[in-house]
């Protein structure tokens, strides 16, 4: 069996990773420590080792490393027959008073360490010396390894309603021998020349071109420099903050229906008024700013697709931060893709619909409510 070879999407994000910048998807959870507890208090590695063993026979990319093609210097995922778990599976405790301050403190601290590539490139941090006698868990992989909704599923994994689950049976799992260079070599020249064969006709060719001038505009607009508002210093430094804000999600999802958004828009406006409010704060005239963007990730995967590569392609869009007071009806697009979207992915007809600075956009018409 071939190595797997690295998408070109994914083998941009591990191109583009450096030390003050490194391209990882993150999460932070906190549970109750009473199953996972030792008559001394202290939290039972050994279980919990076990339990990631057994879910990793499951998941054989987590025991995978980067390799090289050589000459052509392409990625590809080959095993790791170094693997231990105890380089990916750490204990830390959180400095005093262990509240959630600290623990934010320390999860953006540990967020923006380095990965080593040299090993398959994720680490789940378990957090010991929490308030009231909690444990958290800080995972962090690669964006080259999995997509934001793939990275947590080794985590859920290992997640019961109940605490009296079964571990799941060991299937075990040995390291494959490294592939030659010669053999990665022709591998990848093989690839390449499938790649040019499956250009075969006009409509295919047409195909490649409209995506090759669609990617060349996502550059223009995306390498474009954006406005100067102390967000982005350049060289980038290393150190992370960690913030969090907690609204329970049928709050959240019932927002959105009021105004017949989803709960990613409603989120998304949070975001944006937040972001409004802190450059305000910061004294920057935001009425003013133009070509304001972030990269929104896109859950592009079908219902029921449980593959580890990545599903969530970036979307580079500008952002509105120049509305800060009542919600206009005519100020209706927050998001503006640089990518047209697909008719049938619209809302009320008009496609990507958010709110300005933190507002939403009123609901459908009432007729249109009506009907559903």
Do not use: C
Not at 165 to 174: D, E, F, L, Q
Not at 277 to 282: Q, Y
């Amino acid at each position: 069996m071939e190595p797997a070879r690295l998408s070109a999407l994914d083998a941009a994000f591990l191109a583009l990773d450096q030390p003050t910048a490194p391209f990882v998807v993150g999460a932070l959870l906190t549970f109750e420590r009473v199953p996972l507890r030792l008559p001394d208090g202290a939290l039972d590695l050994a279980a919990f080792s076990a339990w990631l063993e057994a879910e990793l026979d499951r998941e054989p990319r987590y025991r995978q490393r980067i390799g090289r093609v050589p000459v052509l210097r392409h990625p590809v995922w080959v095993d790791d027959a170094a693997f231990d778990l105890a380089r990916h599976l750490r204990v830390v405790r959180a400095p005093p008073p262990g509240d959630r301050d600290a623990l934010f403190a320390l999860a953006g601290d540990l967020l923006g360490r380095d990965l080593d590539l040299a090993h398959p490139p994720w680490e789940l941090w378990l957090v010991d010396g929490l308030a009231g006698g909690a444990f958290a868990i800080v995972a962090k992989v690669h964006h080259a390894l999995v997509d934001g909704v793939a990275g947590v599923r080794l985590v859920e994994a290992l997640l019961s309603p109940s605490p009296g689950r079964a571990m799941p049976a060991r299937t075990g799992w040995t390291a494959s021998p490294p592939p030659s260079g010669v053999r990665l070599l022709a591998a990848e020249v093989a690839h390449r020349a499938r790649t040019l064969r499956g250009l075969a006709t006009p409509g295919d060719v047409r195909d490649a071109a409209m995506v090759a001038a669609g990617l060349g505009s996502l550059l223009v607009r995306g390498l474009t420099p954006a406005p100067d508002v102390g967000l982005n210093p350049w060289p980038p430094h290393r150190n992370r903050r960690f913030a969090g804000l907690v609204q329970p999600l049928a709050r959240v999802r019932a927002a959105g229906e009021r105004r017949g958004a989803t709960v990613n828009d409603v989120v998304l406006t949070l975001a944006s008024g937040g972001l409004r409010r802190l450059l305000e704060g910061r004294g920057v005239d935001t009425g003013a700013l133009r070509g304001f963007r972030a990269m929104v990730p896109v859950n592009a995967r079908a219902r029921g697709d449980a593959a580890v590569a990545r599903r969530v392609p970036p979307l580079v869009v500008f952002l509105t931060t120049s509305v800060r007071h009542a919600y206009r009806p005519w100020a209706r697009v927050h998001l503006r893709p640089h990518v047209a979207p697909r008719p049938d992915r619209t809302r009320h007809g008009r496609p990507f619909q958010f709110a300005h600075g933190g507002r939403l956009p009123p609901g459908p018409p009432r007729a249109e409510r009506a009907r559903r």
